[in-house]
């Protein structure tokens, strides 16, 4: 059975740090492109930057470019999510997700159609 599990979500300051992990089981996680999502409350969801396989491409997008960083360990077959200075607007449920794509090394993804395994979600709420 596939799982994504995500955690590490909660509650912090302006200006604070969390930091997100995507544990994987029933799927071999070296093998796809990876990536986080968000979603605000009343809005969609929306690209926030993904990994390929190899490990060796990025793409963030442009509000999180210098805050975040994604990094993948693949034999803990496990992704995370670095977030530093930290801002009221990035307060979104927070979802990782697999590429639909096995096995392209240097391949990454922007749309939420091109992923095929979704996780439940971590909520982040950042607030003073």
């Known amino acids: 059975q596939v799982q994504l599990v995500e955690s590490g979500g909660g509650l912090v300051q302006p200006g604070g740090s969390l930091r997100l992990s995507c544990a994987a089981s029933g799927f071999t996680l070296g093998y796809r492109a990876m990536g986080w999502f968000r979603q605000a409350p009343g809005k969609e969801r929306e690209f926030v930057v993904a990994?390929?396989?190899?490990?060796?491409?990025?793409l963030y997008a442009d509000s999180v470019k210098g805050r975040f960083t994604i990094s993948r360990d693949n034999a803990k077959n496990t992704v995370y999510l670095q977030m530093n200075s930290l801002k009221p607007e990035d307060t979104a449920i927070y979802y990782c997700s697999a590429d639909r794509s096995y096995g392209s090394s240097g391949r990454v993804f922007k749309s939420p159609d091109e992923c095929e395994y979704w996780g439940q979600g971590t909520q982040v709420t950042v607030s003073s």
């Open positions: 990994i390929s396989a190899s490990n060796s491409n990025t």
